[in-house]
Each structure stands twice: as C-alpha cells, then as structure tokens.
C-alpha cells in the first residue's frame, strides 16, 4: 500500500469496478471505430470516458501499492486516447499530469507526438508543460516563459533555482501549497466522501520536476502526496 488513508479493501474494490469499465468502453470503441470511424461521437465519447477512467486506474493502482510495470501499461493506453482527443477544454491541471506521468515513464518523443501537435495547432504555450515536453522532447521548441493558468506559477522558483533551494521550496510546495492549491478540482476532499470516490492523491508534477532536475529526493521520501518510487523507477 501506498496510501495512508484508505485501507487495501477500498482500493481493490473500486479498482475492479473501473477495470470491468474500462474493458466495457474499449469493446465499444473498438465497434464504433470499426463501423463508424475515429472521428464518430459515439467513437469520441467513448475515447473520453476512458480517458477519465485509465485516469482514475492509474492512481487507484499506485494507491493500491501496485507494481509499476502494470500502471505504465495503463498509462500508455491513457496517453493514446489522451493524444487523440486533447484540445483547450480538457483541463491544465490533467495535461500536466498526464506529461508528467510521460516523464517518469521515461517515454520517447514518438509517444507524445500527436499530443504536440495538438499543442502547436492549440498554440498552447505555457511555462511548465514546455518544461515537462522538453525533457522528453529535447527538440520542442516552445519557449513562453509564462503560465496559462496560475494554478502552477508557484513552482517556478523551484525549475528557476538550484539543487539544494529547489529540493527545500518542493518539500515545502509538497507540505503547505500542493493540496491547497487544487481547491477547486473535483477530487478535493474526497477522502471524506461517502460516495467512494477517492482514488489518491498525489503530485506527479513534484516528482517529475525532481527527476529532471536531478534532485536528492532522500527528503523527501515520507512526504505527502510525493511518488518516492515512480521518480526511481526509471534511471
């Protein structure tokens, strides 16, 4: 386990019902994109609601304390219908995430194509999701420097500083701001719902940012919301 909030029971239990979804959805998918094509609302809505439920899959798992060679397979398919259907009303918050689990899976810049191109004919230009491509994408060429939504602007002073103040302003962002800061996302305080809607919380842009910077992460560790083993599985 993972998590700390919630027993292995609850997360078994919700990980089954999202997995009978998920092979519910693609079987569908599969039909309509046969029969009707990609471009198809039927085919559409069934690529977004499987979005929504590898999303949910990914953090159940490592929530679970499953092992990490089967949340990558989840979050390939993530990223496959992922790159297929963004554009601007899909969430910032869910494209950093999504790059950021790009990041500590260590994909190639093959795997994000398509979503870049998205980008580009969106002409989204923000500071940190360039700051997320380029370290899979050494070739992006992106260079804004703001952000386009201020949810994130507080983790500049930790890309802009060096080792040891950005190891000491993430554990902080980790400690006092990161759960803060999402107030408005749908999840928040989910653990103390009744509804059995919680799947996890964690920061995977944290543990990305310390992965490109290199960081001594011992720190760390023990911290909330922190993906300790996720940043080591790849290096």
């Not at 239990?13 to 959805?25: D, T, W, Y």
């Not at 701001?177 to 996302?185: A, L, M, S, T």
């Not at 928040?188 to 920061?203: E, I, P, T």
Request: net charge negative; proline share 0%.
């Amino acid at each position: 386990m993972r998590d700390r909030m919630k027993d292995e029971h609850y997360f078994i239990i919700l990980s089954q019902k999202e997995r009978k979804n998920i092979i519910m959805f693609e079987d569908a998918v599969k039909k309509t994109t046969l029969e009707k094509g990609e471009l198809d609302r039927g085919t559409r809505n069934g690529y977004s609601i499987l979005i929504n439920s590898y999303e949910k899959e990914i953090n159940l798992l490592y929530s679970l304390g499953e092992n990490l060679e089967t949340i990558e397979e989840c979050y390939k398919k993530l990223l496959f219908y992922y790159s297929k259907m963004w554009d601007r009303k899909y969430g910032y918050i869910e494209l950093v995430k999504v790059l950021s689990l790009g990041v500590l899976f260590k994909v190639s810049k093959s795997d994000i194509f398509e979503l870049e191109q998205r980008l580009i004919s969106e002409k989204f230009d923000d500071y940190l999701v360039n700051f997320l491509i380029k370290e899979i994408d050494s070739t992006w060429e992106r260079e804004g420097v703001e952000f386009e939504f201020k949810v994130y602007e507080c983790l500049k002073q930790i890309l802009d500083n060096d080792e040891i103040i950005a190891c000491e302003a993430l554990k902080e962002y980790l400690q006092e701001k990161w759960y803060e800061i999402h107030r408005e996302c749908a999840w928040y305080d989910s653990h103390k719902s009744s509804k059995n809607d919680y799947y996890g919380y964690w920061s995977f842009e944290a543990g990305a940012i310390a992965k490109i910077l290199n960081l001594d992460d011992s720190s760390l560790k023990d911290v909330a919301y922190y993906p300790y083993d996720l940043v080591h599985y790849k290096e």
